[in-house]
Every structure is written in C-alpha cells, then in structure tokens.
C-alpha cells in the first residue's frame, strides 16, 4: 500500500493540532471489497520542535459504485463530512473525527483520513452496550426531531424514506427466494416459511402503520460492526447508507444484522425500551401504540436470510440462518415494557 506522504503528514498535523515535518507509516487493511477499502495507518510522527508522537489513522478509499435503489450512496459519507452534519453530534453518539477528505472527480474516487477509535466492536459487544447505543440513538433522534437544525435541511444527498420499502419489494420479487419459501423442495421449517408468507400477505397493511411514524435521520446499516464502544460512549462508522427513515428502523439492523444469535431475543427486549426512553426525552411518544419494529425485521432481514441460506455450501451456515430466524419468531410474542 503506497501511501502519499504528504498527505499522511497534512492529516496528522490536524490530528495533532502541531506542525508535523516527518512520519514514517505501515498500512494494513482493516476491512476492504471491490468498491473501496479501509486501512489502518501506524507508525511515528516528528514534530517541528522534534517530538515523536506515535499515531494510528484510518484511511478510507472510496470508488464509486451503485447501489440498488440509491445511486448516491457511495460517496455520501463523504458528503455529510463535507457538510455541518458533525456539529450536531454529542460525545455520547458521534462519529470519528475526519482530519482530511479530497475527491477526485477524474476517476469518482474519495479518500477521508479518519480517527482510530480503539474500542469494543462487532459480536463483542455486551448486551449492556447494544441498550447503551440503542438508547443513545434514540436520544439523538429525538433531539433532532424536536429542534430541526438548519443542517438537516441542508443535506442534498441522503436515502429517501421508501428504500426499506422498496428494497422489501424487490426481495419479493425476486422468484428465487419467494417461490422457494412456498414450493415443496422447501428445507426450511414449516412455521418458519408461513411466517415470511404471512408478512407478505400483510405488507400493505404493514407499511400503512410503518408510515405513521416519525420519520427521523437514520443511520441504516445500525450494525455491530460498525459500532465502536469507548469509554462509556459509542461511536459510528460507515455513513455511505444513511438518510430518511422511520422511528425504530435502525433497530432492526442492531438486532438482526448478522446477530449475537444466542442473545437476539434478550436485544430485543433491552434495546426497543432504551431507545424509545432516549427518544421520549424529547418527543411524547406515547401516544405511538405500535413501534414496529419486529415487523421492520422480517421486512429487511427475512427474504435476506433465505437468500443467504440458499446460496450458502456449509451445513454451519444454514443452520445459523435457520436459527436466526426462529429468534425473529419468537420475538413475535416477547412482552416489552414501552
């Protein structure tokens, strides 16, 4: 990974806050696929005055690539960075700090240098920690739900409210999973498949409910790996998805994007009461008698985990997806004290 110094070393003159003459680097990716990559840059920096900081950065490479139903996905985060978007974070919800971002339009390339959050992440994560950033989340939309700041409307490239919707559709279209869940070479257990057909059946009606929500800023990829829990507060990561959507939508990600399996139902009874309690600080949410947001999950994540147990080779991984939806069946009945 050739790294251009002098962007390196402008990076960590903001990271530093001090004027930064030299750095030696090495970069290893942290995570990475056909669209972009992300790498941790380590080594030592020298000072003006001749101090030797050593530093970790995160460099993200970005290219563009098109997503279904959201062409400006992938050069969003880069935008919001751009924007006053980081102004209205507090310490308990934020995201990292941005030292230097540049695009080149030549070849729809981004590159943002990052700060290095060292924290919990990923299965990790304690069920304490998933209430911990169910709950801030919530207060976060609240607080912009109530006071609209200016920023909000400001953003020009943010996901429309109907991606959950039209996503789902396109799921259900697709012949491959939907014929398989109602055709005789079915492996999957019978209660499980007349649960995904019966939220078909009931879709429209579904998303009437889902559209009287509040619609709030929503993360939309609101998953493990891409929160980061330090010193009591929560960091998050990965913005290229967020825009409009409805109250409780990104719990279904916190919950049932490739899940702790063995404690979905436990997230699902701690996280949807610590998220409404952060959001009603700001707006009465009483009067919401519905939060959906078990009907959100099988929306997302259920034709999702079919696909997934379709084209899967290993027995391991199709068991987890069969297990992983016999915890969203069980949801179904959990009691939760709104």
Known sequence: MNIKLEKLIYALNQRFKKEIIAA?????????????NVYLVLGTAETAEGEILPYRIVLKIQKKWER????GSWRREYDLYSSDLGTIFSEALRWPTCYHAEFNVEVNEYQMWLEFIDGVTGL????????????ELGRFQ??????????????TNLSHANLMKNT????RSWPVVYD???????????????MLIDIDEQAGEIFDRIEKLPLVLCHRDFWVTN?????????????????WGYLGEDLASLIADEPDIDHMVEHYQRCIPAYYKGFSEYVDVFRIADHCVYEMILLVFGYRLVEGYLHTETDDEKTKHVHTLQKIYEMKTIPLNL
């Open 68 to 71: 279904y139903g959201d062409p």
């Open 124 to 135: 990790d994560l304690t069920s304490e920690m998933y209430e911990k950033a169910a709950g």
């Open 24 to 36: 030696d680097y090495q970069a290893m990716p942290l995570q990475g696929g056909t669209v972009g």
């Open 142 to 155: 609240g607080k912009l739900y109530a006071e609209q700041p200016a920023v909000l409307q400001s953003l």
């Open 168 to 171: 789902y559709l396109h799921y």
């Open 180 to 194: 398989y869940i109602r055709s005789e070479d079915c492996e999957l257990p019978l209660h499980l498949r007349q």
């Open 227 to 243: 929160l980061i829990y330090a010193d009591g507060n929560i960091a998050l990561i990965d913005w290229d998805t967020s825009g």
